[in-house]
C-alpha cells in the first residue's frame, strides 16, 4: 500500500533538497502533532533561538566552558531525555504503573569514526525509579525506547545504550 507522504512546499528561491540513502527518513508522518523551528548563526560559536523566542541561547564548543553558553550535544542530551521521560511515564501507564518520578541521565558523546563524516554520537541512556529494581525496570525501558521520537530518530544511526539502575531501597544483601 501506498502512502503519500505530505512534503514541505518550497519558498520562493529556494530549492527543497531531501534527504536520500540510507540514513532517510523512512516512516513518514501521517499527521504532524507539533512542529518547531530553530535557527543557527555562527556554528558552534554562533547561537540558536526558536522563532517563538522560548529558547535563545549563545553556543561554544564543549572545550571551551564559556559561562552562560552550551552546546548541540547538550542541547540534543536534553531533549532526547526529556523524550524519553515521556516515552517511560506513558508505557508504565500502560502496564498500570507510576513512572513520574523516574530520573532520565542522557549521556551524549561527540567522537571521531571511520567513515566518510569522520564523526559521529553515542548516547547512553541511564534511568532509576525509585521502589523498583534494575531487571524489572529493563522491560519498561525496551518498549519505551521503541516509542520514544529520539530513539526512533536515531536508530540505526546512533549507538544508544539503555541502563537501568536499581533502586538502592529495593536492594537486598545475598551475602547472608
Given at each position: 500500500m501506498l502512502h503519500e507522504q505530505r512534503r514541505p512546499l518550497s519558498a520562493p528561491g529556494s530549492v527543497l533538497v531531501e534527504q536520500d540513502g540510507p540514513n532517510a527518513m523512512t516512516v513518514p508522518l501521517t499527521r504532524s502533532l507539533y512542529r518547531t523551528t530553530a535557527h543557527a548563526a555562527g556554528g558552534r560559536t554562533g547561537s540558536v533561538r526558536t522563532d517563538d523566542g522560548r529558547l535563545d541561547v549563545r553556543l561554544?564548543?564543549?572545550?571551551?566552558?564559556?559561562?552562560?553558553?552550551?552546546?548541540?550535544?547538550?542541547l540534543f542530551a536534553a531533549g532526547f531525555a526529556a523524550c524519553f521521560?515521556?516515552?517511560?511515564?506513558?508505557?508504565a501507564a500502560e502496564f498500570g504503573?507510576?513512572?513520574?518520578?523516574?530520573?532520565v541521565a542522557c549521556e551524549v558523546q561527540l567522537g571521531t569514526t571511520?567513515?566518510?563524516?569522520g564523526y559521529g554520537l553515542a548516547v547512553t541512556l541511564t534511568v532509576s525509579l525509585p521502589g523498583w529494581r534494575a531487571a524489572d525496570l529493563q522491560p519498561l525501558l525496551h518498549r519505551a525506547d521503541a516509542v520514544c521520537p529520539?530513539?526512533?530518530?536515531?536508530r540505526g544511526n546512533v549507538p544508544l545504550t539503555l541502563l537501568a539502575l536499581d533502586d538502592p531501597a529495593t536492594a537486598t544483601d545475598d551475602r547472608a
Open positions: 561554544a564548543p564543549p572545550r571551551k566552558k564559556v559561562p552562560g553558553t552550551t552546546n548541540p550535544e547538550q521521560t515521556s516515552a517511560l511515564a506513558e508505557v504503573a507510576d513512572a513520574s518520578a523516574a530520573q571511520d567513515t566518510p563524516a529520539y530513539s526512533q530518530a536515531v
